[in-house]
């Protein structure tokens, strides 16, 4: 399931490198930034596959085998923060893609726009599954010191097994959790989300537990969760997930699902009742503070 070299990448140009965020499930989430569109790591639940739909693309295929890159991203960012009236809100990085996917070792647009950040002493977050975040400690450490910053590393299970199957292209468990080590080491405050939980595959007591006590033990200083979304583009690939892999979960994901994006209530419910009761046991005392100094926009992302 490797996408190998397969993506095609295609440069574009943006007239903005910030996206309004308007949503009302999101209400901490003001600006969107996200250097690419479409993303190599193939996860199979990606709920950011829509947004190939809105280019006519495929969905399924097209969002790992056609990523757009944008090329001019840093200088339309500068140009953004440099507007009459830009008041320095949060900006959160990777709601779309993933921004260290590995073309970003070319073409480097993370890492500019979060020296831009630095330079107009805006607040940002960013999200991602990729190793490659710690190329750029250095500059995630001085933005969280002078405007606010946070790397939220998405660890959805630390079964290395899974994980392959789940995300065919992303560093693997550990090797995300040494990252959030060396994240934290340097200086970044880092969260791992544990993001998302599929019913039947991550949310089972013992899987949860480890992936919040090893995020807690490597430096993480929040983790929180959020239930699988289920949206009309990701439904095909996801399905064929199942379908191939675990033909047997079938029956509870359309229990739990129906035609709709959201679980059934009474499964979040359960899920959010497990979590707190691990988070309980296993956060650290010092982390108490932080979550709550951390606004809801620095953690408004969506699985
Ligand atoms: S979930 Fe994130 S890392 Fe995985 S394919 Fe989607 S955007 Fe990329």
Redesign the pocket.
Known sequence: MTNGDRTRYIEIDVRSALNRVDSYRLPGLKWSLNPYRG?R???V????RYTHTFLELDPDAD??GTVFVKRNLVQALREDLRRPGWRREHVSIGT???PY?PIEGRYRLTRGALEVLYEQLTPASLVT?NTMAVRDAEIMAALAQRAGFRLIM?ITTLDEALARRL?PD?PGPQQRLAAVRALAQAGVPVAVAVAPILPGLNDDVAGLKAVIEAAYDHGADIAFHQVLRLYDATRPTFFRYLETERPDLLPLYRRTYGAGREAAPSYREAIAARIAALERRWRPRQSEKRLAETTAGQLAFE?
């Not at 639940?45 to 950011?48: H, L, M, N, Q, S």
């Open positions: 993303c790591h193939g996860c639940y990606c709920y950011a969002f790992t779309a893609t993933d996917q599954k998405s995300e992303v699985w």
